[in-house]
């Protein structure tokens, strides 16, 4: 079996980018997993269709937390329109990586909170 | 360790993770099984498989004398005055759910007194009956060392209905003093989670003197899917049943039906056969061994552990053996459990992470989640030494 803590994980969980919080941030999204209690909250500031700037907080797991960090560097600057398409394959790719359906759902939860805080960003679009 | 020869009997123990034989250290959640509970349950599908109570043929008439000779053991396990206080159902959480609703119209208005360390299975149904009749629901608290405050619970016990408490808790260890809770509080209903207790130690339910016990099979070398509510009979008589159907009735007309005598009144449908058949053949096994003898062995690795542990994680609950039950909850720092409990599994070392369905004591304690490892009478102390080494290993892996 391949080793769950690559390097890769282990240096995004002892040294996480994009940890803190944004002022006044356009949205702020938190997420849980009542199955380990992990949390993850992102700040995301957005220019258009970008997301211009993210930051998060959280606590949880090794995977959880590494999986924040990383998303994170991957999504600044990217359409929001093509975040929303990333899937549990991109995730597992990202981490190098293949999870159980038990772990699986720490690798996902801060996906799933950045896109709750995507679509609640479009909706308020609309809305205005 | 006297106990070891028994291994043998339990097929699992000789597979391997990732290369690793099984060190299984997760019989709080469910235990593994010997190849005479195994062989017991092919035995009743292979040669005598029939409904109960309704068919006159022969194997209808052995599968229901197996049955009734399941309750039979069950009762005298626990001391039990009739079998007919026995009442088959899925698990510890049917049985709590059952006693709960049951109950419904003898608590009434009356005040529910629980701990602040019981599992969701024994806080849930209560918090919904305490809400159906508007019922005052009371909690009383533990120490810094995981004890329950028994000053606490006398003041607290004096004007209770009932008092739902478990015997052992699944997450800090703590064996309750039943008997003394029993004795406080005698004018209450004292109903008890034994999930935890039952397999590890004697449970003789007149002794204690309480009301209602719940326990499952899972967690005592038999199947799953079928565990027991044990009430006093003039209990049961004046209790509602909570499951309607056939089997519980005895006339049934269009527009009403009445119900049918212990225990029949609160098993409606086909039961868990198999699983009862099953279930007799952990107890005899258990039986075999002899309860104080695995209670003694639960002690001794638990006694082991501790020191063991001690120097390496942050252990939850007391910090004597004879005070616990076979299982250690911990900590280690900012390493989350469930990287504790992927880093043991690459040595094929199962323990439970998580909050173990304890969300308000570890909400108490100030923790999300913690790890544990609990014991059996097939572990020994060459596995404790196994999960000391891979503790070792997180530790290195996550230093920072």
Known sequence: MKEIYSEIILDHWKNPRNKGRIENADIVIEDSNPLCGDKITFYLDFEKETIRDVKFEGSGCAISQAAASMLSEIVKGKNIYDIVKLEKDEIEKMLHVSLGPNRIKCALLPLKALKLGIYSYIGKKYKT | ?400
Request: hydrophobic residues 40%; aromatic residues 8%.
């Open chain 2, 1 to 400: 360790m006297r106990l070891e020869k028994y291994r043998k009997d339990f097929p699992i123990l000789k597979i391997k993770i990732n290369g690793k034989r099984l060190v299984y250290l997760d019989s709080a959640a469910t235990s593994q099984k010997p190849k005479q509970v195994i062989e017991a349950i092919t035995d009743y599908y292979q040669n005598y498989n029939a409904n109960i109570h309704r068919s006159i043929h022969s194997l209808g008439e052995e599968a229901t004398k197996a049955y009734e000779e399941a309750r039979e053991t069950v009762a005298k396990f626990i001391n039990a005055e009739k079998p007919e206080e026995v009442i088959f159902v899925r698990n510890t959480t049917e049985a709590l759910n059952v006693a709960a609703f049951g109950l419904r119209k003898i608590v009434s208005t009356g005040k529910i007194l629980l701990s602040e360390m019981e599992h969701h299975s024994n806080l849930i149904p209560w918090q919904q009956l305490a809400k159906i009749n508007n019922a005052k629901l009371d909690f009383v608290g533990f120490d810094q060392d995981g004890y329950l405050k028994i000053e606490e619970l006398k003041q607290k016990a004096r004007n209770a209905k009932v008092i739902a408490i478990t015997q052992a808790s699944n997450v800090l260890g703590t064996i309750n003093p039943i008997k003394e809770i029993a004795e406080i509080a005698s004018d209450a209903i004292i109903v008890v989670d034994g999930a935890q207790s039952v397999p590890h130690m004697p449970v003789d339910v007149q002794e204690l003197d309480i009301d209602i016990l719940a326990f499952s099979a899972h967690k005592m070398l038999g199947p799953t899917g079928i565990g027991v509510l044990y009430a006093r009979e003039e209990l049961l008589k004046k209790m509602e049943p909570f499951i309607f159907g056939s089997e519980m009735i005895k006339e049934v007309s269009f527009n009403n039906a009445s119900w049918n005598d212990l225990p029949y009144k609160f098993e409606a449908g086909t039961p868990h056969i198999a699983g009862a058949v099953g279930f007799k053949a952990a107890i005899d096994y258990l039986q075999k061994i002899g309860m104080k003898n695995i209670r003694r062995h639960d002690q001794e690795i638990t006694d082991y552990a501790l020191k063991k542990l001690s120097k390496l994680v942050n252990i939850i609950g007391p910090k004597k053996a004879k005070d616990r039950s076979g299982l250690i909850a911990f900590t280690m720092n900012d390493v989350h459990p469930h990287d504790i409990a992927a880093i043991l599994n690459e040595d094929g070392i199962a323990i439970r992470s998580g909050h173990h369905c304890a969300m308000p004591l570890h909400t108490k304690i100030g923790i999300n989640a913690s790890a544990r490892a609990s014991f059996y009478l097939y572990n020994t102390k060459q596995e404790i030494d196994l999960l000391v080494k891979s503790l070792e290993k997180v530790k290195r892996v996550f230093e920072k």
